[in-house]
T-cell receptor, first 115, second 110 residues
């Protein structure tokens, strides 16, 4: 357990479904991230929340909708997805600011399959 | 554009041998570098980091070398074990923005 917990671990959904991915961090970090990992591609940054405000949105389609209700929780709401959205969705957290340099702590990811 | 890349997408090594995974980065303003290991079914996990004011850092069986002159980063794994089989990512950090490389898959042959 890394301190970042993602649920569910696996999700199969139809293109007309609505589902949500959940991420929770127990590390006291002040920033949280959603990444998409497709086969043989670099990690793709989707969204960044710092101090509960969305600070980055990397041109992600509107069928992906993030929510960060507090510094420990992050959601990714999914609706009307396409088969090409099938991937591993990774949540990460970090501590930013203060002059220190820290890496990211990742969760184990949600393996999403869109059918 | 700015990028972090890996020279070899796959690497196979014999158990007990040393492994070297390379990474090229293009952003000279990056001040912090990290290596991550991602095992099958898991998220990337921190292995070792190095700041730009250093050229070498050692951990347990792992060493990271940084050559800022040629913008090159490497991860050396000593006495590679089957449990080292994974995908390894390098990442560069600049102004709290992290850029990941595409990853190198390391396979350890028993």
């Amino acid at each position: 357990e890394t301190g970042v917990t993602q649920t569910p671990r696996h999700l199969v959904m139809g293109m007309t479904n609505k589902k949500s991915l959940k991420c929770e961090q127990h590390l006291g970090h002040n920033a949280m991230y959603w990444y998409k990992q497709s086969a043989k591609k670099p990690l793709e940054l989707m969204f960044v929340y710092s101090l509960e405000e969305r600070v980055e949105n990397n041109s992600v389609p509107s069928r992906f909708s993030p929510e960060c209700p507090n510094s420990s929780h992050l959601f990714l709401h999914l609706h009307t997805l396409q088969p090409e959205d099938s991937a591993l969705y990774l949540c990460a957290s970090s501590q930013v600011g203060g002059g220190d340099l820290y890496g990211y702590t990742f969760g184990s990811g949600t393996r999403l399959t869109v059918v | 554009g700015e990028s972090v890349g890996l020279h070899l997408p796959t690497l196979s090594v014999q158990e007990g041998d040393n492994s070297i995974i390379n990474c090229a980065y293009s952003n000279s303003a990056s001040d912090y570098f990290i290596w991550y290991k991602q095992e099958s079914g898991k998220g990337p996990q921190f292995i070792i980091d190095i700041r730009s004011n250093m050229d070498k850092r050692q951990g347990q069986r792992v060493t990271v070398l940084l050559n800022k002159t040629v913008k090159h980063l490497s991860l050396q794994i000593a006495a590679t074990q089957p449990g080292d089989s994974a995908v390894y990512f390098c990442a560069e950090n600049m102004y709290d923005k992290v850029i990941f490389g595409p990853g190198t898959s390391l396979s350890v042959i028993p």
